[in-house]
């Protein structure tokens, strides 16, 4: 039998192999992830973006590499060209819709890049709400900007993280964000490694309007 993923290289496509190699029926992988098998069947069919939420928990159900899901497509060719950039003023980047977080994207104009810097708002104030771990290939960098958090992961204990700290790690360490207390947290996450371009790529499909400023945020001098 074909693989999808040799031929179609979209992640609806990877999804459907890796549920079949588990010898999976829709309903079957709908029951284990708690998902609704038409949004399973519409993720499979292309009828619905994969944004990296659905990402993250169909990765947990079928208890695969995140990456395996979206690195059958090749990441966007890098452009030939030097000291290329780009400017994010603030408050104005787009967004993707989250089930758990709201994530923003600066630096969207860019493809083919070796970085993904990320700016998301953390909501989850557990594990369990967050679907459970992730994990996926590459390294990642995460900077508080306001409020408080936890850096949950399968091999360490939860990491205490305040306004203005941060924690370099390897994103294949099965991990989740979590907010602690009912102050807004914010944070700056950078992902690198493989098939990151890729997740980006489909999150831009969901991207809509710059977000609102920082809840904490001081106004602008006048």
Not at 5 to 30: I, N, V, Y
Not at 92 to 104: F, G, V
Not at 208 to 215: C, F, L, M, N, V
Request: proline content about 8%; glycine content about 8%; charged content about 20%.
């Amino acid at each position: 039998m074909t693989n999808p993923r040799k031929t179609d290289p979209s992640p609806g496509a990877a999804l459907r192999a890796a549920r079949k190699e588990q010898g999976l029926s829709l309903r079957a992988l709908s029951a284990r992830i708690g998902m609704p098998f038409s949004t399973l069947s519409k993720l499979e069919n292309g009828k619905m973006s994969m944004t990296y939420d659905y990402l993250g928990r169909l990765a947990q159900g079928l208890g695969v590499d995140i990456s395996l899901l979206v690195a059958g497509a090749p990441p966007p060719a890098r452009p030939a060209a030097v000291g290329r950039r780009s400017v994010a003023r603030a408050g104005q980047w787009p967004d993707a819709n989250s089930e758990r977080h709201l994530h923003y994207y600066p630096a969207a104009d860019l493809r083919g890049k070796l970085m993904v810097p990320i700016i998301v708002d953390v909501t989850a104030h557990t594990v369990e709400e967050m679907g459970g771990l992730v994990r996926h290939a590459g390294e990642e960098y995460l900077h508080v900007l306001t409020g408080r958090m936890e850096l949950h992961s399968d091999l360490y204990e939860p990491l205490a993280l305040n306004e203005g700290d941060s924690v370099y790690f390897d994103s294949a360490m099965a991990h989740a964000y979590v907010r602690v207390g009912d102050e807004p947290c914010r944070v700056l996450s950078v992902c690198a490694g493989e098939g990151i371009q890729r997740l980006a790529q489909s999150a831009s499909e969901n991207w809509r309007s710059p977000p609102p400023p920082a809840e904490n945020s001081k106004p602008a001098h006048e």
